[in-house]
């Protein structure tokens, strides 16, 4: 399907109109739901009791929301650039898995305990430590086959790791729960704590604009981008160095979240075309748009965590993917 130039030129205001949407409806749908006329006094403190929920409750769950779904859908495009591939996502190299794992053994070890900071601490070591060994591969010029195979592997490493900690520690029935909320990913409990854990997602972010063109030329091939003045060599370590801080935070305040950074880059790769300054603020708006939207099926569902609807819409759509690619 090729992109229309009017899809193009409407992507972005449509999918910011359609992330403001679903962010009074976030603000509104709970226990006692909030119409806008109740959200906007409960915003400047006119209604306590709107306040008291949306400050507390409402708004530090939807700006986590936001920024994970930014940065998993602003890694999947990288990953996706890097291996000029529309089926890469963020967990491809294992830093989704490396997160999970470090959360999974702070937790067993119990360290968690002692500040709110440990856990996502563990999260971003445990994914940047997974991802150190691809990194020293990129440095000597690995091929991509190469660092997918080293993704395999870590993945399934750090999947014993975890399984080890669950089947060998003693873990109270606080413990595991928070295990299974990691492991499923969720954004239930969270707090402004965890939405400053989140911020530099927006820095990290704003380091991709610069990079869209070249991002396009590394889409022709290695060479081609080579010929064209590109340093693929730090480009790709770049690329990787990003891709992981940005699924590093997103892991340490939502746990393991499937899928956005496959869906998200796809879709609007269909609807506007490749080029990458485009599709950069459009995939962090859209990732946005897509978590929201997916806590907002959660909810009405009767409490499902965002996890799991995110790989109840993302793998009808990665088979869907594979069959319109065969």
Avoid: K
């Avoid at 880059?265 to 990458?276: A, I, Q």
């Amino acid at each position: 399907m090729m992109p229309s130039p009017r899809a193009s030129r409407i992507a972005l205001p449509v999918t910011l109109l359609l992330l403001a949407g679903l962010m009074v409806a976030s603000l509104g749908v709970g226990d006692l739901r909030l119409g806008p006329a109740r959200i906007w006094a409960g915003l400047w403190h006119h209604d306590e009791l709107a306040a008291t929920i949306l400050w507390q409750i409402r708004l530090p769950r939807l700006l986590v929301a936001m920024l994970v779904g930014a940065a998993l859908a602003a890694s999947g495009l990288v990953m996706q650039a890097y291996f000029r591939n529309s089926l890469a996502s963020p967990g491809l190299l294992g830093v989704s898995s490396g997160g999970a794992a470090g959360a999974v053994v702070a937790i067993g070890a119990g360290w968690v305990s002692r500040s709110l900071l440990v856990l996502p601490a563990a999260a971003i070591a445990g994914a940047l430590l997974a991802t150190g060994a691809v990194l020293i591969l990129a440095r000597r010029g690995a091929s991509t086959e190469r660092l997918l195979l080293a993704g395999v592997a870590l993945n399934a490493l750090l999947g014993a790791v975890t399984s080890y900690v669950l089947s060998n520690f003693t873990l109270s029935y606080e413990r595991n729960a928070q295990i299974l909320f990691w492991l499923l990913g969720g954004l239930e409990d969270r707090t402004w704590e965890h939405g400053a854990i989140a911020l530099p997602i927006v820095g990290a972010a704003a380091l991709l604009w610069p990079l869209g063109r070249p991002m396009d030329l590394l889409s022709l091939g290695a060479l081609e981008a080579q010929s064209l003045g590109v340093d693929v060599r730090r480009l790709r370590r770049w690329l990787l160095v990003l891709a992981t801080v940005l699924t590093a935070l997103a892991t340490a305040v939502a746990g393991t979240v499937g899928f956005v950074g496959l869906i998200v880059p796809h879709v609007l790769r269909l609807l506007v075309g490749p080029e990458h300054r485009r599709l950069v603020p459009l995939s962090l708006i859209g990732g946005a748009a897509f978590v929201v939207a997916c806590d907002l099926l959660g909810r009405a569902a009767g409490g499902l965590r965002v996890g799991i609807v995110t790989s109840l819409v993302g793998g009808p759509f990665f088979l869907w993917m594979l069959r319109r690619q065969a």
